[in-house]
């Protein structure tokens, strides 16, 4: 089961898929046309240097073939959509140890860089799909796992909001993008640079700024469109409270046996 479509996912596709010709294999039908033509992708050369080109692979199954459940002898996941990472971003929950593979859904730490093709607003909107899951275990792409991951989740979508609002701030006085990189990322200003030239601004603190801004002009048509009196309360906050991710016993076997 393939959680997205980008290279350092699907790179090894081609060998595994050749060692196990008879373990199906799936992915989202928006991932399909990529994970059989990787041209698609259009690596930019840091790319190709840091992961290599995939290979093509045929015969990959899309989602609906499964009804939304990946079944296993001993467990059962559920697909969850979670795009803005990528449009074809999926994560696996399994409800009754509560385990959440959240891919790329979740990236751990501050953001300094973003992708030209990240979404923002799906970024927000999975994360929060993420936190009402309410899981007891988060498996990332990097393989740090998280122990009761609700306040952290929490914890990246009020960052990432606020910073939505210091853009939206410093658009109001008139700031110039590269204005606004460094003042809202002072210490790391040295740093910025080469990342943009290394990746030739494909990952860059601009493209972040950006995607701040298009985030913010969305919500500002949306909140013209709404009657004053269903305006959302933006005092409002997600989580607050304990730092446990639930009151609950842990279903997860390996706590239960320690």
């Known amino acids: 089961m393939l959680t997205h479509s980008h290279e350092d996912v699907i790179g090894g596709l081609h060998t595994v898929h050749a060692a196990f010709p008879r373990a199906p294999i799936f992915a989202s039908g928006y991932a399909l046309p990529t994970i059989q033509d990787p041209s698609r992708l259009r690596l930019q050369l840091y790319r190709r240097v840091a992961w290599g080109s995939p290979q093509p692979v045929s015969g990959v199954l899309p989602l609906e073939a499964l009804e939304d459940t990946v ?6 996941f559920r697909l969850v959509e979670t795009p803005g990472h990528t449009r ?5 929950f399994e409800p009754h140890q509560r385990w959440l593979f959240s891919g790329d859904a979740f990236i751990g730490g501050s ?25 007891e275990r988060l498996f990332p792409c990097s393989g ?30 008139g700031m110039r993008v590269d204005e606004m ?22 990952y860059a603190a601009v493209n972040l700024v950006e995607a701040c801004r298009s985030y913010n002009a969305l919500l500002s048509a949306t909140d013209a469109a709404l009657p004053a009196a269903r305006k959302p309360n933006p005092a409002r906050t997600l989580f607050s409270g304990s730092r446990d991710s639930s009151t609950n016993a842990s279903a997860d076997r390996g706590d239960v046996l320690r």
């Open 71 to 76: 079944r296993t002898r001993s467990y059962s």
């Open 88 to 92: 074809d971003a999926v994560s696996l």
């Open 111 to 135: 953001e300094r860089h973003w992708s030209r093709e990240t979404d923002l607003f799906g970024v927000l909107g999975s994360l929060h799909t993420l936190v009402t899951l309410r899981p």
């Open 144 to 173: 740090e796992v998280r122990r009761n991951p609700k306040p952290e989740l929490a914890e990246k979508i009020d960052r990432l909001q606020r910073l939505c609002r210091e853009v939206a701030r410093l658009d109001a006085v």
């Open 181 to 202: 990189v460094a003042c809202l990322f002072p210490d790391a200003s040295r740093r910025l640079p080469l990342v943009q030239w290394w990746t030739g601004g494909h």
